[in-house]
T-cell receptor, first 116, second 112 residues
Framework: GAVVSQHPSWVICKSGTSVKIECRSL??????MFWYRQFPKQSLMLMAT?????????EQGVEKDKFLINHASLTLSTLTVTSAHPEDSSFYIC????????????FGEGSRLTVL | ELKVEQNPLFLSMQEGKNYTIYCNYS?????LYWYRQDPGKSLESLFV?????AVKQEGRLMASLDTKARLSTLHITAAVHDLSATYFC????????????FGAGTRLTVKP
């Protein structure tokens, strides 16, 4: 149980295009999901907190117009990188907090974005 | 500002040996997490420590939390090659996972 699925696992796109990454909790409901980015050999940096039915809360320094987050249902959050640039290339990871288990987080498999 | 410091950052050890990874944090929290990450993969939850004095063990790994000292340890017993990975500690200061701060990670290599 408690599986979080991310799609796609990896994506290569041209500069200027937009890329959408999905994060789904497969067997539990999550009112809150989190999006992180990780550069090579570095730690995870929280980008934003995604709340079902409301606007995401972005961390300082994260451009909300560039990283669009939509939490349409209790099992799905999406991150859209708009007008991607090479510096947006990174490993993006989502996590979800189950309604039934406070304090526990489950992570998706991650999505590696490469912008050419 | 919350700081989460892991020590060491890199660790190379022989199979069969013991070692401890330390995670210090700079503000009050009673929620601490340990994760494992293999190259190119996401994070795998190892331990969730939710109270002072919490100790959890799984196989060759044991984690503990001292909230008064703001210190958590991850102890490796009789290391095996399969434990080679990067280990992260993370502190939740918001209480709702919305303010999770990760340590820099400890890259562990276990040599035969």
């Amino acid at each position: 149980g408690a599986v979080v699925s991310q799609h796609p696992s990896w994506v290569i796109c041209k500069s200027g295009t937009s890329v959408k990454i999905e994060c789904r909790s497969l067997d539990f409901q999550a009112t809150t999901m989190f999006w992180y980015r990780q550069f090579p050999k570095q730690s995870l940096m929280l980008m934003a907190t995604s709340n079902e039915g409301s606007k995401a809360t972005y961390e300082q320094g994260v451009e909300k117009d560039k990283f669009l987050i939509n939490h349409a249902s209790l099992t799905l959050s999406t991150l859209t990188v708009t007008s991607a640039h090479p510096e947006d290339s990174s490993f993006y990871i989502c996590s979800a907090r189950p309604l039934y288990k406070a304090g526990e987080l489950f992570f998706g498999e991650g999505s590696r974005l490469t912008v050419l | 500002e919350l700081k989460v410091e892991q020590n060491p950052l890199f660790l190379s050890m022989q199979e069969g040996k013991n070692y401890t990874i330390y995670c210090n944090y700079s503000t009050t929290s009673d929620r601490l997490y340990w994760y494992r990450q293999d190259p190119g993969k996401s994070l795998e939850s190892l331990f969730v420590l939710l109270s002072n004095g919490a100790v959890k063990q799984e196989g060759r790994l044991m984690a503990s939390l001292d909230t008064k000292a703001r210190l958590s340890t991850l102890h490796i017993t009789a290391a095996v090659h399969d434990l080679s990975a990067t280990y992260f500690c993370a502190v939740d200061i918001g209480g709702n996972n919305n303010d999770m701060r990760f340590g820099a990670g400890t890259r562990l290599t276990v040599k035969p």
